[in-house]
């Protein structure tokens, strides 16, 4: 998926809340940051983002400027945070969207740089997609996707060499401590089985 206007997103989410959805909606930014929003039966009950929580990730959701998203539907976390009503949410976030319809959104494709050496099979590719998703859940696709575009990686080839690069790429947009610890634990099996 390509980036897209920090306002399209929040149609999107609005969208989903006029629907009375429940499930998790995830954004990654353009700088590689993520956010989580829960929705329970249209209403939001939840925000993370960028470390922050509540009204704090509501601020820092905000400063988002062109990203991408996926929805999750089912269950939500039971957790809530303190917020002011869905409508007044929305409210606030279309204010700061109106901002992003004037920015140009960069989908600009990175070459592929040529593969020299070994390449990692695709089981193993296939594991590491398995664990990020036991970690962050329908997250991990646009985070992989992310990782590999920073590293200017070809998903179809991508040397061994580069496997551990990939790994930390990963891990950086992998919000909060506790799943960041989680994640390397679970991938330190992986990058032995290729040093």
Do not use: W
Not at 128 to 153: F, M, Q, Y
């Amino acid at each position: 998926m390509e980036f897209i206007s920090f306002s399209e997103i929040v149609k999107e989410l609005q969208a989903l809340s006029k629907q009375n959805e429940t499930g998790t909606f995830y954004i990654t930014s353009d700088t590689n940051r993520s956010a989580q929003i829960m929705l329970v039966n249209g209403e939001i009950t939840f925000i993370y983002c960028y470390n922050r929580l509540g009204m704090k990730g509501l601020e820092q959701l905000k400063t988002i400027r062109t990203g991408r998203f996926r929805f999750q539907t089912g269950s939500a976390f039971s957790k809530k945070t303190p917020l002011p009503p869905t409508a007044e949410i929305f409210r606030t976030l279309f204010i700061e969207g109106q901002e992003d319809d004037a920015l140009p959104v960069q989908t600009t494709k990175k070459s592929v740089r040529e593969i020299s050496g070994k390449i990692i099979d695709k089981a193993l590719m296939e594991q590491l997609h398995k664990t990020t998703i036991e970690v962050v859940g329908p997250a991990a696709d646009i985070l992989i996707e992310d990782a590999l575009d920073s590293l200017n990686l070809d998903p179809a080839g991508i040397p061994e060499t580069q496997f551990r690069d990939l790994i930390t790429e990963i891990a950086k947009g992998i919000p909060g401590h506790k799943q960041k610890v989680t994640f390397e634990q679970m991938v330190s099996g992986l990058v032995k089985s290729k040093e």
